[in-house]
């Protein structure tokens, strides 16, 4: 019985400059608690947090986030994504809503941690105005969001 081990894989003729290789691992959080919130500044969304062990401290994180939101009142609900509680991007144009509308905010964003330690991803919020909700539900639901990372060879 034989067993290939590698830390990197490229394909046979290199890669394009500029561009990186395949997908090393994937994790990925599921958050499907319904919460309120009422923030102008951004606040942590509790349990919407994934880790991941990079293998290379020259690859990448590929990080998706889909976060289903509901608008209260008339505003714009920002959403910034976090490594290790600090802030890594921040969309203040985020969903809008008027009275009651919601849909999905979906970002991906692809962050170089430069470390194999352990990273955590996280999630914060806010609102412009009033009070918004996560993973509002008809009858007994489900309603989910998730945050996924991938970490892509250097």
Do not use: C, W
Not at 8 to 19: C, E, T, V
Request: avoid cysteine; proline fraction near 3%.
């Amino acid at each position: 019985m034989s067993e290939l081990r590698t830390n990197k894989i490229y394909p046979r003729d290199g890669l394009p400059a500029g561009s990186s290789g395949g997908i090393i691992q994937v994790k990925q959080s599921l958050y499907n608690t319904y919460d309120t919130f009422n923030n102008s500044s951004f606040a942590a969304v509790s349990g919407l947090t994934v880790s991941i062990t990079p293998t290379r401290s020259d690859n990448k994180i590929l990080i998706t986030l889909n976060l289903l939101v509901e608008a209260r009142s008339n505003s714009v609900i920002a959403v910034e994504l976090t490594r290790g509680g600090s802030s890594i991007f921040t969309n203040e144009g985020g969903y809008r809503g008027t009275s009651a509308h919601g849909g999905y905010i979906t970002m991906t964003y692809l962050d170089s941690p430069a470390t194999t330690s352990a990273v955590t991803y996280g999630v914060q919020t806010r609102s412009s105005n009033g009070n918004y909700t996560f993973n509002n539900y008809i009858g007994s639901g489900p309603a989910n969001s998730f945050i996924t990372v991938m970490e892509v060879s250097g």
